[in-house]
C-alpha cells in the first residue's frame, strides 16, 4: 500500500518529519517496507545568486547575468525571465546538469551561446522543475541558503511516498484516512478534512429502499442481495470531462497512478483517501436508465475496461443496466459504459460488495484491481454514504457537475453489533505489564473505539465499523500493546518451568546420522522432493509447480540419483550425498484416507573412494563393498537396538537390509545413472527411520494426552573383559566351488570350529589357471583363543584338521595346495 | 681408594652411561656423551683408568677386569646408538616433508542444518525440546485450527499445494503446535524445526520447499514481556551479546496480539548495521488452545516462526536461493567440517 506524507498531513497536522513517521508507523501501526523521496530527480538543482543582470545586446528580451553558484567563478548565464532581480535566489542547474520532471525533463545543460553570449547554465522556472505550471518567469526562492546549496536541502520540496506492508487483518489501512487515524491516535493530534475538499458536505436526504429504489430518473435494484447488500449511487448531470487540476493530478500520482481525467481521479482520490472504491458510469450509456445487480449467467459476456472480453461462470456479481453487463461487481467496469471525453451526465457507484463473493469472482475473472483488493478485505460498510457525499461535492466542483435529484441507497449494510467485553486484569496478564482502565479505554478510544464500564470491573468495547479484525478480547490486547508499543513492554527473562514433551525419536536418530555419515567423508543435501512419477504409486501434488514433475518422492535416492546427474553435468565425478528427508506413499489414498509419510536416511557415493595422493597414481573407485558397509554402518546407526542382517538381492538392489525379526529396514542398491565414460559407478543406500503419522491427535477441539510409542533404544554397552591369554592364528586357504557362497563356507568354518573361534576374517579371493576350472580360492584368518589358559600347537591343529574334515565332508572343499 | 670404593665406581659409571646414551638423540650428541664417556683425555673411563695403578697390587686384577668389562659393555651400547642414529638420519633425509598429507573425504553439514543446529542449541539451553510433525497435513492442522477464516485472504499469502485425496503439504510448521497441544499437558516448551512448502516459483530468491522453525511455550500466565525476553536473548546469543531487537506489530491468524520481530545487524555484505525482520512471533491465539482442547483461560502462551534458509543466505553471503537446493558437491564442500 502506498502511502504519501502530503496526503497524511493534509488529514492530520502532525510535527514529524518522514523519517520519524516512518518509524513511528513501523512500531505502531504495520511495517513501511520502503520510503521514496518522489522529488529526487531535483538533487542536481542548487540555489544560485544572480549577482548582476543586463540586456542581452542582440535581443530585446534575453538578459546576460552574472551566477554565483558557490563555486567561487561567476558565471555567465544568459536568462529569457523578465522578471530577473539582481541580489535574489534562484534554482539553478550547471552545466552537465540533466534535468528533471518538468517541461525539460531528460534535457542535458550545455554551454552554449545564445544570440553570441555565453550562457554557462540555466536558471530554472517551477514549470521547468515539475515544481508547477507558472511560467511567468524564474522561480525566485524567498529563503536564506547559502549559493550552492542543493535546492533539496533548502526546503521540503515534492511528497515522501511510503510503501506500507498491510497485512489482510487491516484493510481500513489501505487508505490516507485509515492511516491517518493511527497516526492521529499515536501523535496526539486531531484528525481533519483536507483543505482541498471545501469543507465538509451537508449529509443529505437519501431515496432508500430495500430493493428497488429511484431518483433522477434512474432506478437501481439488487437482485443478488448476498453480494450486493448495498448499493448506493448518484446522478450527477453536465460534468466536463477534462484534465485533473494540479493538486487532484498530485494526489493521484503521489500513490503511483497515473492522472486519466478529473471524473476517474475523483474515483481513485475517493479509494486511496477514504477506502471507498467507486466507479462512474456514463449516464447515456445505461439503456434503461437501470442498474440491476444480480448475479451472472454463465456464458454471459462483457468487454471490461482493459478492453479483455470476458465470459461469465456464473456465480459473480455483475451490474447490468437491465439488458447487459456493465461491471464485474467490486472488481472491474465495463468498456462500453465507462466516463468518455464527450460524457455529460454520470452515475455514480458507491457499493459495498460482498468480499467473499468478490473474492471468488476476483479470481476466476484473473483481474486483480485496486477496488476488488479493497472489497475483498471488507471495505467500511457505514462509510458509503459521507464518501458519496464528499465525491459528490468534489465532481460538483472540480468537473463542474450538479447532483440531480437525492442519492439512492438500497439495501443496507452488513450489520455487525461487535461488542467485546475486556477485562483489564487479563489484558494486564497477557502483557505482563500492569495497564490502568484508563489508559486502556483513552488508547482504544484514541482509534475509534467506543468504551463504557461492565461488570466486574471489566469495559464493555464497541467495534468501529470499518475494524472487522477485532471480535474478541485478545484483540483488543493487541491494539492496547501496540498503540503503547511493543517495545515499551519488559523484557526481562523470567524463571519457566520444565516442559513435557519430550525429543521426538527421530531427531537425535537423525542428529547421529548426520553426524556419522559426514565423519565418513558424505555432504548433506536438502533438494526438492518434486519427481515425475506414476499415480498408480506417487502420491500427486493437484496443482503442482512444475507439470512435469507433479508428484512428490517415494525414495530419497530416486532424488539424490538426480542431483547425482546433476553433478555429472558439471562435470563433478566425485558425488557422496545423504539426505535425511520424508518420502510419501499413497497409504490409504485409494480408500479416501491420507498419504502414508515416512522418514528416510539416503545416501549416494560414486568416484574415488579417497582423494588423490602421490603414494597412490590411480585412486580405485566406490564399488559394491562400499556401498554395503556403508549401508551397514547406517543401518546400525539408524535402527538402534536392532541386530542388521543383509541379504543379497536381486537386479540393482544389491542387498535388502533386515532386522534380525524379519522386518524390512532398507536397501543397498546399484544406482542407474546416464553417466559419461569417465565417471564411475554409483551406489546408494536408502534405510527408514519409521513412519511420521499425519493422523489426528484428537478430534478438532479436544485433548487427548497420551504416552508416545517406545522408542527402541541401543543399550548401554556391556563391557567384556580383556583377554589374559595368548591368542592362537591361523590362515585357510579353501579351493571353493562357483556354487557355493562364501556364506556357506563361513557357516560350515564356524560350526565346526567350536566355541573358541574369537574371529573369523575373509581375507582373500583369487581365481587363477592353476585352479580347477570353475573355482576360486578363498582365504580366511582364524583367531582361537582360550580365556584362562594358553592352547597349545596340537589343540589347534586338531581343530584345523577337524574344519577341513568338515569342509569337505559337508561341501567338497578342501584346502588350497601350495 | 679402596678396591670396595673403585667398583662402586665402575657401577656407577656403567648405569649412568646406559642410561645417557639412551637419551642421546642426535648424533652430534652421541659424539660429546661418548667424549665425556670414553675420551682419551677427558673421559670418566680413563679416569678411572689413572686410578687403577694406585690401587693395591692385589687388587689390580680384580679391578682391571670389571673396569675393562664395562668399557667393552659402554663401547658395545655407544654403537649401537651411533648406528640407530645414523639410520633415523639417513631415512629422515628421504622424505621431503614438503609434500602433502594423506586426507581422508571430508563430509559437510548442509548450510541451512549449520544454521538450524545453532538455534536449536540456543533454546535447548532454556529447556525446548523438540517436537516434529507430517508433511502432508490436514486442511484442518494447517489452517482451521490456527483460526484461519474459512476463504480468508490471509490464505492467499500461503498459496498451498494440494494432494490428491484432499490433503495438502504443510504451509508452515505451525500444525506441530496443535499437534503438540493436543498431545502433551502443559507445561510446553518445544521447539519443530521441518520442511515446508508454498505454491511459489523456483527462482534465485523463491524456492516452493523451503525450513521453517517453529517455537512454542504454553504455560499458565505466561505473558508477551515472556516472548520478549526469551526471543531478545536468543538475538542476543545468536547475533551477538549488544545486538539490540524491536517489536513491531504483525499479523498471523494464529496468534494475537502478533508481531515481528527485528534485529539491528551488520551481515558483512558493507551496508553496515541495519535492521532486519527475522521471525513472526505473538502470543498464542485462544482459538488455537481452544483447538487443541485447552482452557485458554488458564492457559496462555507465545509462539514465533522464523526461516533458517534465509538466515543462512545472508549469513554466507548466498546470492541465489537455488544453490541450498541444487546438491553441488563444489558448494556442499565449503562447508566441509574437516
Known amino acids: 500500500m502506498l502511502i504519501s506524507f502530503d496526503w497524511l498531513h493534509a488529514f492530520v497536522p502532525h510535527g514529524e518529519t518522514p523519517e520519524s513517521l516512518r518509524d513511528l508507523m513501523s512500531a505502531h501501526v504495520a511495517t513501511v517496507d520502503g520510503m521514496e523521496q518522489l522529488r529526487a530527480d531535483l538533487r542536481p538543482i542548487i540555489i544560485a545568486r544572480v549577482l548582476s543582470a543586463v540586456r542581452h545586446p542582440d535581443s530585446d528580451h534575453l538578459w546576460v547575468t552574472k551566477v554565483d553558484d558557490g563555486s567561487g567563478t561567476q558565471l555567465d548565464v544568459v536568462c529569457g525571465a523578465q522578471n530577473v532581480v539582481e541580489g535574489a535566489l534562484y534554482p539553478f542547474a550547471r552545466v552537465g546538469t540533466i534535468m528533471p520532471t518538468g517541461n525539460k525533463g531528460g534535457i542535458l545543460i550545455e554551454r552554449r551561446r545564445i544570440r553570441g553570449a555565453l550562457s554557462n547554465g540555466m536558471l530554472c522556472s517551477a514549470r521547468e522543475l515539475g515544481l508547477g505550471e507558472d511560467h511567468d518567469g524564474i522561480m525566485a526562492l524567498d529563503l536564506d541558503a547559502q549559493p550552492g546549496t542543493p535546492l533539496l ?48 458536505p451537508e449529509p443529505t436526504r437519501l431515496a432508500a429502499g430495500a430493493r428497488e429504489a429511484s431518483s433522477a430518473g434512474v432506478t437501481v435494484r439488487i437482485e443478488d442481495a448476498a453480494g450486493c447488500p448495498r448499493y448506493m449511487g448518484v446522478v450527477i448531470r453536465g460534468v466536463g470531462v477534462g484534465p485533473s487540476p494540479a493538486w487532484l493530478a498530485r494526489r493521484v500520482e503521489s500513490v503511483g497512478m497515473r492522472s486519466i481525467s478529473n471524473i476517474v481521479d475523483i474515483t481513485n482520490y475517493m479509494m486511496h483517501g477514504f477506502g471507498q472504491p467507486m466507479h462512474a458510469f456514463d449516464l447515456a450509456a445505461l439503456a434503461n436508465r437501470q442498474i440491476v445487480v444480480r448475479c451472472a449467467r454463465r456464458g454471459e459476456r462483457m468487454t471490461t475496461l482493459d478492453g479483455v472480453d470476458r465470459t461469465f461462470a456464473g456465480h459473480e456479481t455483475i451490474i447490468t443496466d437491465g439488458q447487459r453487463p456493465i461491471a464485474i461487481a467490486g472488481v472491474m467496469g465495463g ?67 450538479r447532483v440531480d435529484g437525492v442519492p439512492i441507497d438500497v439495501g443496507a449494510p452488513p450489520s455487525r453489533s461487535a461488542q467485546v467485553t475486556l477485562r483489564p486484569a487479563r489484558l494486564s496478564r497477557l502483557l505482563g505489564e500492569a495497564v490502568e482502565a484508563g489508559e486502556i479505554a483513552r488508547r482504544l478510544e484514541s482509534i475509534g473505539f467506543a468504551v463504557s464500564a461492565g461488570r466486574n470491573d471489566a469495559l464493555v468495547v464497541s467495534v468501529p465499523s470499518w475494524r472487522h479484525d477485532v471480535s474478541r478480547d485478545v484483540d483488543l490486547v493487541e491494539e492496547v500493546a501496540r498503540l503503547r508499543g511493543y517495545d515499551a513492554l519488559s523484557d526481562e527473562l523470567k524463571p519457566f518451568r520444565p516442559g513435557t514433551v519430550p525429543d521426538h525419536p527421530f531427531y537425535e536418530i537423525a542428529r547421529r546420522l548426520r553426524d556419522s555419515l559426514v565423519g565418513r567423508g558424505l555432504a548433506e543435501v536438502r533438494p526438492l522432493p518434486f519427481v515425475r512419477g506414476e499415480d498408480a504409486t506417487h502420491v500427486r501434488v493437484q496443482n503442482p509447480i512444475a507439470e512435469n514433475e507433479p508428484h512428490l518422492r517415494t525414495s530419497v535416492l530416486e532424488t539424490l540419483a538426480h542431483r547425482a546427474a546433476h553433478n555429472l553435468t558439471r562435470m563433478q565425478g566425485d558425488v557422496r550425498i545423504f539426505e535425511i528427508g520424508s518420502v510419501f506413499s499413497r497409504g490409504d489414498l485409494g480408500s479416501g484416507g491420507r498419504p502414508r509419510e515416512e522418514v528416510r536416511v539416503g545416501a549416494l557415493i560414486m568416484g574415488a573412494r579417497r582423494p588423490p595422493h602421490f603414494t597412490e597414481s590411480k585412486v580405485p573407485a566406490f564399488d559394491a563393498w ?32 533386515v532386522s534380525d525379526s524379519g522386518e524390512s529396514l532398507g536397501t543397498i542398491e546399484r544406482i542407474a545413472l546416464d553417466r559419461p565414460a569417465w565417471a564411475s559407478e554409483a551406489f546408494g543406500v536408502e534405510i527408514s527411520l519409521g513412519r511420521i503419522s499425519n493422523a489426528p491427535v484428537a478430534p478438532p477441539g479436544s485433548h487427548a494426552p497420551h504416552e508416545p510409542d517406545p522408542q527402541p533404544r541401543a543399550g548401554h554397552v556391556r563391557f567384556t573383559p580383556l583377554p ?60 582361537f583363543r582360550d580365556p584362562v589358559r594358553t592352547l597349545r600347537d596340537k589343540e589347534i591343529e586338531g581343530r584345523r584338521q577337524k574344519i577341513l574334515r568338515t569342509l569337505e565332508g559337508e561341501l567338497g572343499v578342501r584346502a588350497r595346495s601350495v | 681408594m679402596t678396591l670396595t670404593e673403585f667398583l662402586d665406581q665402575v657401577h656407577l659409571l656403567r648405569d649412568h652411561a646406559a642410561q645417557h646414551i639412551d637419551a642421546v638423540s642426535t648424533l652430534e650428541d652421541w659424539t660429546t656423551l661418548r667424549n665425556r664417556i670414553v675420551g682419551r683425555k677427558s673421559g670418566r673411563l680413563s679416569e678411572l683408568l689413572a686410578i687403577l695403578p694406585t690401587l693395591p697390587a692385589d687388587d689390580r686384577r680384580t679391578a682391571g677386569a670389571a673396569l675393562n668389562a664395562v668399557k667393552l659393555a659402554i663401547e658395545e651400547q655407544l654403537e649401537q646408538r651411533r648406528a640407530l642414529l645414523a639410520k633415523a638420519a639417513a631415512t629422515a633425509k628421504s622424505l621431503d616433508l614438503t609434500m602433502p598429507g594423506r586426507d581422508p573425504w571430508c563430509g559437510a553439514v548442509h548450510p541451512v542444518t549449520l544454521v538450524i543446529d545453532e538455534i536449536v542449541a540456543i533454546f535447548r539451553e532454556i529447556g525446548f525440546t523438540i517436537a516434529l510433525g507430517p508433511e502432508a497435513e490436514s486442511d484442518w492442522y494447517n489452517f482451521g485450527a490456527l483460526n484461519f477464516p474459512p476463504n480468508h485472504p490471509a490464505m492467499d499469502l500461503h498459496d498451498t499445494l494440494y494432494l490428491e485425496g484432499g490433503s495438502l503439504l504443510r504451509t508452515h510448521t505451525s500444525p506441530v503446535q496443535v499437534r503438540t497441544m493436543q498431545q502433551y499437558r502443559p507445561p510446553i516448551r518445544v521447539l519443530a524445526p521441518g520442511r515446508v512448502y508454498r505454491r511459489d516459483f523456483f527462482d534465485a530468491t523463491h524456492a516452493p520447499a523451503f525450513e521453517q ?18 526471543l531478545s536473548y536468543f538475538a542476543r546469543r545468536f547475533y551477538g551479546g549488544a545486538t539490540r531487537t524491536r517489536f513491531g506489530p504483525s499479523f498471523f491468524p494464529f496468534t494475537e496480539p502478533s508481531a515481528q520481530m527485528d534485529v539491528e545487524v551488520d551481515l558483512g555484505d558493507g551496508r553496515g548495521k541495519r535492521w532486519i525482520e527475522i521471525m513472526g512471533t505473538g502470543l498464542v491465539h485462544p482459538a488455537v488452545i481452544e483447538a487443541a482442547g485447552l482452557d485458554s483461560e488458564r492457559w496462555s502462551g507465545w509462539a514465533f516462526g522464523m526461516g533458517p534458509g534465509r538466515i543462512a543466505m545472508s549469513r554466507y553471503g548466498l546470492p541465489d536461493i537455488r544453490l541450498l537446493y541444487d546438491s553441488d558437491v563444489r558448494f556442499l564442500a565449503q562447508f566441509a567440517v574437516c
Not at chain 1, 648 to 654: E, I, M, R, T, Y
Request: aromatic letters at 6%.
Open chain 1, 153 to 200: 536541502e533548502a526546503m521540503q520540496i515534492g511528497d515522501v511516498r511510503y510503501d506500507v506492508d498491510v497485512l489482510p487483518n487491516r484493510p481500513d489501512l489501505l487508505n490516507h484516512l485509515g492511516m491517518a487515524r493511527e497516526i492521529a491516535a499515536i501523535t496526539g493530534t486531531s484528525l481533519r478534512l483536507p483543505e482541498e475538499l471545501g469543507g465538509e
Open chain 1, 335 to 401: 468498456l462500453d459504459s465507462e466516463v468518455k471525453p464527450d460524457t455529460q451526465d454520470i452515475f455514480l457507484e458507491v457499493a459495498y460488495f460482498d468480499p467473499g463473493r468478490t473474492r471468488a469472482a476476483r479470481r476466476s475473472s484473473g483481474v486483480i484491481s485496486d477496488a476488488s483488493y479493497r472489497f475483498e478485505r471488507g471495505i467500511d460498510p457505514e462509510g458509503s454514504p459521507r464518501a458519496l457525499a464528499i465525491a459528490a461535492q468534489l465532481l460538483c466542483a472540480v468537473a463542474g457537475g
Open chain 1, 626 to 657: 562400499d556401498a554395503r558397509a556403508l549401508g551397514e554402518g547406517v543401518a546400525r546407526v539408524a535402527c538402534p537396538g536392532t541386530a542388521i542382517v543383509s541379504i543379497p538381492g536381486h537386479g540393482d538392489v544389491l542387498w535388502r537390509l
Open chain 1, 724 to 783: 589374559t591369554t595368548p591368542a592362537a592364528e591361523f590362515d585357510l586357504a579353501l579351493v571353493v566351488p562357483d556354487r557355493l557362497m562364501a556364506e556357506q563356507v563361513e557357516s560350515a568354518i564356524r560350526r565346526s570350529a567350536g566355541d573358541l573361534l574369537e574371529r573369523l576374517v575373509l581375507f582373500d579371493e583369487y581365481r587363477g589357471r592353476e585352479l580347477p576350472a570353475g573355482h576360486r580360492s578363498i582365504a580366511w584368518r582364524l583367531t
Open chain 2, 213 to 230: 522453525i517453529e517455537g512454542l511455550a504454553i504455560d499458565e500466565g505466561i505473558s508477551f514481556s515472556d516472548l520478549k525476553a526469551t
